[in-house]
């Protein structure tokens, strides 16, 4: 079986179908291009073929290039990458030329794409070779050019075409943001030239080869007097289009993002030369791309990773725990996220409160969000009473009768989470899982107020649930494996993302993001200006700086946060510093965005404006300010090093579940691909050497764990010595 094959029938138009053995979705690798160049060969040369259709035999088209020959060459090295690329070039340009001569433009033939479905990456690029493409309405195919997010950028010629086809401007938010579209919207975007009905798809696409002109095959950048859309960088429009553009760029990615950069460049670049030319300066800049550690970082952790944990990497090898009815306790702003994505997966919902009100605002919070659907074209009324009808509210325990899976998501207190543990286990069958939402509470603790500790877990849920991707499932002490496996199946229902960590004070997340907030607000403590603290993190790749961050989450919870950890801790303490900031920030009425005032300040209408200037009065910026590189270091290695920690001590069990989760949870430096990749990329020798410096500078907090000092003295990497199967001990 092979990846390609070809028919031609008694029309003479040759159908070449692209389906890839045991595969659900097409990806293109080494053999599978080189085949599809020979089949092309072949339809070109035989004069009884009159023109080609590429199609797919699965129900999407492709999702793009087999990671393995990305691997591949970048193992081989720069001038593997470029050959393995310029081969690709060399392909695609065939099928754009289709044989024609090339003086005249005349005598080539018809090529056209019909996309059944979902066409990414290569997917989209192979098509945009071709001389036109045909997509079936299919409202939940996706078309796109995806690459970006994944630290790399379109390589097989997408990123040159699309910038010549649609201009600089235009083509920005597919090349520069990975947008995606349905056939509609990508049609009207010019990305595409025709919807049609799907069970139409193929004869169109067969229609169009048979009347098309010499004309219909030329595109525009190999026609005569071929102008760039929107003007090429000498032209006034165009100049200001690609300043505009790199403002963009450098704003949105704080120049941490090599991809992006060397996007732009090709983009520039190449528009100031002939097409082919511009190819050969795309192929350049995407081996550049592909030789940068960030994009193999990136894709490992964003893909493979991410993808692997999705699948169930970690799941326990017991039977399917898909849920078919869940209970979620509290109807306040968590429980109603939980609840929406809930129902909008397909599970029936029961909602309860201690009042009928509470409970009815907490499942009118999902007819919001449905109704905000609905007014971008993403939701049919059908879609919403379907959704909203699977939501019950109420306050009575009793509804909850035939669920097999409870989340709790009550006010964070033991007390309170207890007396509501007994009420759902009078009220359910023995077989239900008992899952509470917390950040910061010991589920082994917890666990103490049910009976049946092996069916009681932690799921974790980020706010706001309908938009953060990442659940953080904890383990306790007693936890089985029945309870692991439905709480994984029950995230893979609501696609998210999960990772499963052992149970310990703040869990994985909490544990690293707490100490950057920290390190952030020790540092204003200590006289360093607060905007050099906040733009020292967004230019090594944070999204927010962590007094903007603390302004989000809220102050007072930071300040709970305080009192409960220094009750626990005791003498142990180490953040006293910090609380002198917090608690005073507090006593100022100053509770951060939800207060209209926190360490920045707030317009009357909630608008962020700049940091409070009350804070230079109160602790004195110092004439002698650090470097730009030592504030980094700080705020970096905080989080770092919580995660060693963290998997030093068992509560990581997988570095995989470390890195995505630090992404996805928090936004650690995407570009770095995770705490545990950031390591590997500046090696361990010189993470404990800068570690060395920060803990005789600032103290014990930044003393290299006793994992890493090891890993220093042997060589060794994390994914080295625990990446892929290797599990950490």
């Not at 809930?342 to 201690?354: C, H, K, M, T, Y």
């Not at 023995?430 to 899952?435: H, K, L, M, R």
Request: hydrophobic residues 45%; glycine residues 10%.
């Amino acid at each position: 079986m092979t990846d390609f094959t070809m028919q031609t029938g008694p029309d003479g138009v040759a159908v070449i179908t692209w389906d890839v053995p045991a595969k659900s979705m097409n990806v293109m690798s080494t053999a599978g291009f080189a085949l599809l160049s020979d089949l092309v060969d072949q339809a070109l040369a035989d004069p009884s073929v009159k023109g080609i259709v590429i199609t797919s035999g699965k129900k999407d088209f492709a999702g793009g290039m087999d990671l393995n020959v990305i691997a591949q060459m970048r193992a081989g090295g720069a001038q593997a990458i470029f050959d393995g690329v310029m081969t690709m070039h060399k392909v695609l340009r065939k099928i754009e030329l289709a044989g024609m001569d090339p003086k005249t433009k005349k005598g080539g033939k018809p090529i056209a794409a019909a996309l059944p479905g979902t066409a990414l990456g290569i997917g989209l690029e192979l098509p945009l070779s071709t001389h036109r493409i045909f997509a079936a309405e299919n409202p939940k195919a996706k078309i796109g050019l995806p690459e970006i997010m994944v630290g790399i950028f379109p390589g097989a010629g997408g990123t040159t075409r699309l910038a010549r086809k649609m201009g600089a401007m235009m083509a920005a938010p597919f090349l520069l943001e990975g947008k995606l579209s349905d056939p509609k919207a990508a049609k009207s975007a010019g990305l595409i030239d025709e919807v049609v009905p799907a069970d139409e798809l193929l004869a169109r696409a067969k229609d169009w080869v048979l009347n098309a002109k010499d004309a219909d095959l030329v595109k525009p950048w190999d026609d005569k007097g071929y102008k760039m859309p929107g003007g090429a960088p000498y032209h006034p429009a165009g100049f200001m289009t690609f300043v505009g553009a790199n403002a963009m760029v450098m704003g949105k990615t704080m120049g941490v993002y090599p991809a992006a950069r060397a996007l732009l460049a090709a983009v520039y670049e190449g528009a100031l030369v002939p097409f082919d030319a511009a190819l050969r300066i795309e192929a350049r800049h995407f081996t550049s791309v592909l030789m940068n550690p960030s994009s193999s970082a990136m894709i490992r952790s964003l893909f493979i990773n991410k993808e692997a944990l999705e699948k169930g990497a970690n799941r326990p090898r017991v039977a399917d725990q898909a849920v078919k009815k869940v209970g979620i306790i509290g109807a306040g702003m968590m429980g109603a996220g939980i609840a929406y994505v809930s129902a909008n997966a397909g599970i029936e919902v029961v909602l309860i409160d201690n009042s009928q009100e509470a409970a009815d605002r907490g499942r009118a919070h999902s007819e919001g969000l449905l109704d905000k659907g609905m007014k971008r074209g993403k939701v049919t009324p059908e879609k919403k009473a379907e959704v909203l009808g699977r939501i019950t509210a109420t306050t009575d325990y009793a509804a909850l009768a035939g669920a097999d899976l409870i989340v709790e998501a009550v006010f964070e207190d033991v007390g309170v989470k207890a007396e509501v543990t007994k009420k759902v286990l009078a009220a359910t069958g023995p077989d239900t899982i008992f899952a509470t939402n917390t950040s910061t509470l010991p589920i082994t603790q917890l666990a103490k107020a049910s009976d049946k500790p092996a069916q009681f877990i932690g799921i974790h849920f980020f706010s706001p649930v309908d938009k953060m991707n990442l659940v953080e499932i904890i383990k306790g002490r007693e936890t089985g494996e029945v309870a692991v496996a439905k709480a994984l199946d029950f995230v893979r229902q609501i696609r998210k993302t999960p990772i499963v960590v052992n149970d310990a004070r703040f869990f994985y997340a909490n544990r690293c993001i707490i100490p950057y907030i920290n390190e952030g607000i020790r540092m204003v403590a200590e006289g360093v200006e607060p905007v050099l603290v906040e733009n020292a993190a967004k230019l090594v790749g944070m999204p927010l700086g962590p007094l903007q961050l603390v302004d989000e989450t809220s102050i007072d919870l930071g300040v709970k946060i305080a009192k409960a950890t220094k009750a626990a801790m005791g003498a142990d303490y180490p953040d006293g510093a910090v609380d002198d900031v917090l608690f005073w920030m507090a006593d100022q009425g100053r509770l951060g965005r939800k207060s209209n005032a926190g360490f920045y300040a707030y317009s009357d209408k909630g608008e962020r404006l700049a940091l409070w200037e009350g804070l230079e009065a109160k602790y004195p910026q110092d004439k002698m300010q650090p470097s730009l590189t030592d504030v980094q270091h700080r705020l970096l290695f905080a989080q770092v090093l919580e995660a060693v920690r963290a998997l030093e001590e068992g509560v990581l069990t997988d570095i995989r579940e470390g890195d995505v989760g630090a992404i996805l949870g928090w936004g650690f430096a995407p570009w770095s691909g995770g705490p545990f990749s950031w390591l590997d990329i500046i090696g361990a020798a010189r993470a404990v050497e800068i570690c060395r410096g920060l803990t005789a500078q600032f103290g014990p907090r930044f003393h290299a764990p006793a994992l890493l000092r090891e890993m220093a003295e042997k060589g060794e990497t994390f994914y080295g010595r625990f990446g892929g199967e290797k599990r950490a001990a």
